[in-house]
C-alpha cells in the first residue's frame, strides 16, 4: 500500500514537471518563431527600401511594381507566408481628390505593409510591419483616377477588415488588386488606372456572406452592380453589403407535426442583382424527400418558398413565410403540407402596425355552394363522409371509421339514423377511427354541422364524447364528456375540449344519434377537432378542395376592424390580411 501510494505522488509530480517543462519549451519555441518572423519582415522592409519609387507596388497591380502579393520563404526548415500590400496615400496636407481643394496628384506617397505567419507553427494571428515610401522629387501631374470602395453590413454599419479583390481584366495582363478594409468599412484605392465598366470587385470575409460587382450576361442582362469606372482624376464610389451567415434548416411537416416527403421545393430570396427580368441573388431548388435539408450557411434575406408538383400544397409554414433570415441566426422552418388539390387559398392574418400573425382571427371563405369558417393558428382534423364504412382503426381513409352499433346510415356523406320502411331506429352510435394528432397537443374546441336539427327530433338529438390516449391502441378507449366525466356528453357544437386530454396525440370521437319521433331523424353532415400543436402556423389558415371562381373573404377579430373583400381562386392561392386595431 505504501509503495501505491508512493507511486501515485511521485506520478503526480512528474505530471506536473513534464507539463511545466512542456510549455517553457512551447514558449521558448514561439518565442524563437516570432524572432525569426521579425527577421524575415525586417528583410523584406529592406528591399523595400532599396527599391526605385516607381517599383514599389504589386506585380499586375495598383500602384504596380516589382514586389509579389503573396509568397512563401523558409528559415530554418520552417516555411512562413507573408502578405504585401501596398497603397497610394492621399496626404490631407496638400488637399484630398474629389474635396476641396481639389488633389489631382492624390499619390503623395506609399505606405508598405507585411505580415508573415506559420501556418505549421499554431500562430493564430500574423505578424505585420509597415513603412512608408516617398519619391525623392514633386509628384507630377496624374491622369489616373480614384476608386473608394465601402463595405456595411444589413444594419448599415462598417465593416472592418472585409477582403477586396479587384481584377481590371481590360488591361493585359490583368490589373489585380487584393485589400482590406478600415475601420470605417472603406478601401481607398488612389492613383488608380482609368477604365470604363473594367473594374470587377469581390468582397468576402470569413464568416460573412460575399458580395460583388456582375458582368451582364444572357441570364443577367442589366446587372445592378455593373463593373465600376474609374475616371481620371475623379473618385468614383461604389458599396458593397455584407453580414454574417446565418444557418437554416427546412423541415416538411404534415398537420401533426410527422415529417414526410416534401419532395422539390424553390427558394427564392428577396435580394436582386439584376432588373428586366428580375435576376435574385438566390434561387435554387432543393429537396425534401427525407423530410429535411440543412443550407447550413446561408446569408441574410427574405426567402420565399413554393411547391412546383403535384402532391402536397403549403398549408402554413412555422414561422410565417416569407422567412425573414436575420444575420448569425439559426433557424428551423417548418412547412406544412396537405394532399394538393387543384385550387385552394392559403390566408396570412397579420397586425398592420407590427407585422405579427394574428391568433385566434375568424377567417371567413364564402363562394357559390360554399361556406367555411376557420379560425387562425389553430390546426383541425374533420371527417364530412362515412360512405367508405366501418373496419378502419387508424384514420387513413377519410370516408371510413371503426364501428358502429347498427343503428346508423351513410347515405350522400351524411350520417342518420337507419331507416327501416317508413320509420328510423331511435337511437344510433358510431365511433371513428384514430386520429394522430402529433406531440406537444392542446385541444381546443369540438365542432360539428349542421348546427339545427328538425324539431321533431327533440333536444340535443346529436351528442358527442371524446376520447385521448398516448397509445395508438389502448387497453380501452374512455370516452368523456366536456366536464371530463363518462357521464357527460358535448350537446353544443364549438365547445371547449376538457383539458385532460391535452398531451395525448391519439384521439376518437363517439357520436350518439336520437329522435324522439320515428318518422324523422337528425343529420350529421361534418365534425371537426381543432387544437394546437407545435407545427401549427401562426396567423395562418388554409382552406383546399375549393372550385375556380369568385369567393367572399372575410376576416375578423376581437380589437380589429373586419377586412372584407372578393378573391379570385384559381390554382394555389395565397391572400395576406392586414387588420388594423380599433
Not at 396525440?505 to 363517439?510: A, E, N, P, S, T
Request: charged letters at 15%.
Amino acid at each position: 500500500m505504501e509503495v501505491v501510494v508512493a507511486t501515485a505522488v511521485f506520478l503526480i509530480f512528474a505530471v506536473g514537471v513534464y507539463g511545466s517543462i512542456s510549455m517553457v519549451f512551447k514558449v521558448v519555441y514561439q518565442s524563437r518563431v516570432k524572432i525569426l518572423e521579425t527577421a524575415v519582415l525586417s528583410e523584406e522592409l529592406e528591399i523595400v527600401r532599396n527599391l526605385p519609387y516607381e517599383d514599389v507596388g504589386i506585380l499586375n497591380g495598383s500602384p504596380l511594381g516589382l514586389l509579389s502579393h503573396t509568397k512563401s520563404v523558409y528559415r530554418n526548415d520552417i516555411k512562413f507566408n507573408l502578405v504585401t500590400t501596398v497603397r497610394n496615400i492621399d496626404d490631407p496636407f496638400d488637399g484630398v481628390i474629389g474635396g476641396t481643394p481639389n488633389d489631382t496628384s492624390p499619390a503623395d506617397f506609399k505606405l508598405v505593409e507585411i505580415s508573415v505567419i506559420c501556418d505549421s507553427c499554431s500562430q493564430k494571428n500574423p505578424v505585420s510591419l509597415s513603412t512608408t515610401v516617398a519619391p525623392k522629387n514633386l509628384e507630377g501631374q496624374s491622369t489616373n483616377g480614384a476608386l473608394f470602395i465601402h463595405v456595411f453590413d444589413a444594419d448599415g454599419q462598417a465593416v472592418s477588415s472585409a477582403n477586396v479583390h479587384i481584377v481590371n481584366s481590360a488591361v493585359s495582363p490583368n490589373l489585380i488588386i487584393d485589400d482590406v478594409t478600415d475601420n470605417d468599412g472603406m478601401l481607398r484605392l488612389v492613383d488608380t488606372p482609368t477604365g470604363t465598366l473594367s473594374y470587377n470587385i469581390t468582397v468576402t470575409k470569413a464568416g460573412y456572406s460575399t458580395d460583388s460587382s456582375v458582368v451582364s450576361s444572357v441570364d443577367n442582362p442589366n446587372p445592378l452592380k455593373p463593373p465600376s469606372n474609374v475616371v481620371s482624376q475623379n473618385v468614383t464610389e461604389i458599396s458593397f453589403s455584407i453580414d454574417r451567415l446565418a444557418t437554416l434548416n427546412v423541415e416538411s411537416l404534415n398537420q401533426t407535426c410527422s415529417s414526410i416527403n416534401g419532395g422539390t421545393v424553390n427558394i427564392n430570396g428577396a435580394k436582386i442583382v439584376g432588373t428586366d427580368p428580375n435576376v435574385y441573388k438566390l434561387s435554387q431548388t432543393f429537396s425534401l424527400a427525407s423530410g429535411n435539408y440543412n443550407f447550413g450557411s446561408i446569408e441574410e434575406d427574405s426567402y420565399y418558398f413554393n411547391l412546383p408538383g403535384t402532391t402536397y400544397d403549403i398549408a402554413g409554414s412555422v414561422p410565417m413565410l416569407p422567412l425573414a433570415l436575420e444575420p448569425g441566426s439559426q433557424q428551423v422552418l417548418s412547412l406544412i403540407l396537405r394532399p394538393h388539390t387543384t385550387n385552394s387559398l392559403l390566408v396570412k392574418a397579420k397586425d398592420a402596425g407590427t407585422g405579427l400573425p394574428l391568433s385566434d382571427a375568424s377567417v371567413r371563405l364564402v363562394g357559390t355552394s360554399y361556406d367555411e369558417t376557420i379560425q387562425t393558428s389553430l390546426g383541425y382534423v374533420r371527417q364530412t363522409d362515412w360512405s367508405g364504412g366501418s373496419g378502419q382503426v387508424l384514420f387513413t381513409v377519410e370516408n371510413k371509421y371503426f364501428s358502429d352499433n347498427g343503428g346508423v346510415t351513410k347515405t350522400s356523406g351524411d350520417l342518420t339514423l337507419k331507416k327501416s320502411g317508413n320509420y328510423y331506429a331511435v337511437s344510433g352510435i358510431l365511433e371513428s377511427s384514430t386520429f394522430d394528432l402529433g406531440e406537444g397537443l392542446t385541444y381546443r374546441n369540438i365542432i360539428w354541422e349542421p348546427l339545427s336539427q328538425l324539431s321533431q327530433t327533440g333536444v340535443n338529438p346529436i351528442v358527442f364524447q371524446l376520447a385521448a390516449s398516448s397509445s395508438s391502441s389502448p387497453a380501452v378507449w374512455n370516452f368523456t364528456g366536456p366536464d371530463g366525466m363518462a357521464t357527460s356528453y358535448y350537446t353544443v357544437t364549438n365547445t371547449i375540449i376538457h383539458s385532460s386530454l391535452n398531451n395525448k396525440r391519439y384521439l376518437r370521437y363517439k357520436a350518439f344519434l336520437s329522435t324522439e319521433k320515428n318518422r324523422y331523424t337528425p343529420t350529421l353532415s361534418e365534425v371537426a377537432i381543432t387544437f394546437t400543436n407545435e407545427c401549427t402556423p401562426p396567423g395562418q389558415v388554409f382552406f383546399s378542395g375549393l372550385s375556380a371562381g369568385t369567393y367572399t373573404l372575410t376576416v375578423s377579430k376581437d380589437g380589429y376592424t373586419t377586412n372584407s373583400g372578393d378573391i379570385d381562386i384559381s390554382g394555389r392561392g395565397e391572400s395576406v390580411v392586414n387588420m388594423s386595431p380599433l
